[in-house]
């Protein structure tokens, strides 16, 4: 059964720091690519970030290019998210994913979800 396990959300203050991990088991993800969505309270789902499985390729949404940073650990089978200088719009569940289609502004065709972790960011 394949799983991926979000931890690391929390409450952090305004221009604070988290890190997201994603730990995936079940399946190897040799090829997959890894990344981030985001759903806030009464908003549709948004792309956060994506990852190739050689560290090559990555894509940022817009709202967080410059603050959030991904990568990932093929041996650990985990991605990561460091979020810093966070704003109260960050606020949201976070959700890891792994796809197999990557366009300059999303990845696409995912075949797996997280259940998500709570992030919140106080003024």
């Known amino acids: 059964q394949v799983q991926l396990v979000e931890s690391g959300g929390g409450l952090v203050q305004t221009g604070g720091s988290l890190r997201l991990s994603c730990a995936a088991s079940?399946?190897?993800?040799?090829?997959?690519?890894m990344g981030w969505f985001r759903q806030a309270p009464g908003k549709e789902r948004e792309f956060v970030a994506a990852?190739?499985?050689?560290?090559?390729?990555?894509v940022y949404g817009g709202s967080v290019k410059g603050r959030f940073t991904i990568s990932r650990e093929n041996a650990q089978n985990t991605v990561y998210l460091q979020m810093d200088s966070l704003k109260p719009e960050d606020t949201a569940v976070y959700y890891c994913a792994a796809g197999t289609r990557l366009t300059i502004t999303a990845m696409g065709d995912i075949s797996y979800w997280g259940k998500g972790t709570q992030v919140t960011v106080s003024t």
């Open positions: 079940g399946r190897t993800f040799w090829g997959w690519y």
């Open positions: 990852i190739g499985w050689s560290g090559g390729s990555i």
